[in-house]
């Protein structure tokens, strides 16, 4: 169903933000969900040191001089070893970790995840998580949120080339982590690229 709008309140709704607007109207963009896309079920190899030591080191340079970052990862035990080693890490270096939110591997929208993983505006993000339900929740985090893939930090586990292949164009660019043998990766048009900083 589609909601009409009187010319009086069509002329109030143009005075309104464009995310309200579009919701009193039914916001008419396709769902950001991947219908076709089934969980395989595989949970992401357990993260090393030289992974982790590397990630650290690629979030505190990107952030320059910001101290948050909000972590999100998969509900797998390794996907929450990850984020959970992390957090540790990054409070025992006097930092600050805004939330630690939790996705399921399929889901109606993924909009609750999305909300609290961008909430408080951190300076950045960083995801431990299998490949499928991440895709999901970035598709989800751009058609609803003022996420950025370029702010967002990942474990080895997303550099597959599937991943951004999966997301869609310019949903991950700017995407970038550290493999498990401490290297850094970085998703530039929809692809992989081993070795960037």
Request: charged share 25%; net charge positive; with cysteine.
């Amino acid at each position: 169903m589609q909601l009409r709008l009187s010319e009086k309140h069509a002329s109030r709704a143009a005075e309104l933000p464009w995310r309200v607007t579009e919701a009193m109207r039914g916001d008419s963009r396709p769902s950001p969900r991947l219908r076709n896309l089934a969980p395989t079920g595989a949970a992401p190899l357990p993260h090393t040191d030289a992974e982790l030591e590397r990630l650290l080191t690629m979030v505190r340079q990107g952030l320059r001089n910001g101290r948050t970052v909000s972590i999100g990862h998969s509900r797998d035990a390794t996907s929450v070893a990850a984020a959970d080693a992390f957090a540790a890490a990054w409070r025992e270096r006097g930092f600050h970790v805004s939330a630690v939110v939790d996705w399921p591997e399929d889901a109606a929208s993924w909009l609750r995840q999305a909300r609290r993983l961008t909430a408080g505006a951190p300076d950045a993000w960083v995801i431990a998580a299998g490949v499928e339900g991440f895709v999901q929740l970035s598709r989800r985090l751009v058609h609803s949120t003022d996420w950025t893939a370029r702010r967002t930090f990942a474990f080895g586990s997303l550099a597959e080339p599937r991943c951004g292949v999966l997301a869609g164009a310019e949903v991950l660019d700017g995407l970038r982590g550290a493999t498990r043998d401490g290297k850094g990766w970085e998703v530039c048009g929809g692809e992989i690229v081993l070795g960037a900083d």
